[in-house]
């Protein structure tokens, strides 16, 4: 099974008050998506990931000297929209890994494990998960992540963006860092019926996870710690991915 990895990449970076693209921020003296590439790159699992980026952005891999090719989202409408402007560079593959730009600390072991998940189940959709101890401390910052929901025999039924769960949904702790890999003929017919019903009018890529159960779908998922699945997107949250090197892998500054 040939494997190929998308990395979302086209947030400009607002809520990071800065006027670089968001993979671009430093965390540890490394871009987040610097720290991202040399991941896949000890993966094995794709030698020249796609790297969608806005219109007006840098060719993000030409300015941190990685290898990767690009994707041009023309307009911001979501991430199911976005992985659809990679499709043309990735039509060789059978089944695609989808990253997000933010997130520095994911390993080349869990991309590896989200891989064989996938092709031992045989699956449609395989997801990573992030289930946190509290809600204390550090833990906020997954405040607005979405949820997983699961059935009473603990299959997953869908993920819940923050802004559109009830306050039940928001007690949940198991998260959803969205790192997804997916059969590619299902992932193309699906992301063609996507609706932008929600809060932001966006193509949310996790509403591929509802449709996988409407169809009776298995999901398998791969858990991963917390301190992996944290993302970027507030000066805030860089400090906090600061601490977490300093504290637990004796890096940063």
Known sequence: MKFRIVILAAGKG???KQDIPKALTPVAG???LQHLLESIEASGIDTNPVVVIGKDSPR???VIGRTCSHAIQEEQLGTGHAVRCARESVEDADSLIVLYGDHPF???STLNR???THQDHAAHVTMATTTLPSTEGWYQAF???GRILRDESGCVIGNKQFKDASEEQKQILERDPALFCFRTDWLWD???QLKNENAQGEYYLTDLIGMAFQEGIEIPTVSIPPEEAIGINTPEER???EEILRKRYGLGS
């Open 190 to 192: 699906r992301l063609a």
């Open 143 to 145: 405040e607005k992540w």
């Open 14 to 16: 607002t809520r990071m």
């Open 106 to 108: 994911l390993s080349a």
């Open 60 to 62: 993000l891999g030409e």
């Open 114 to 116: 989200l891989a064989s």
């Open 30 to 32: 490394k871009a987040i």
């Open 239 to 241: 400090e906090i991915a």
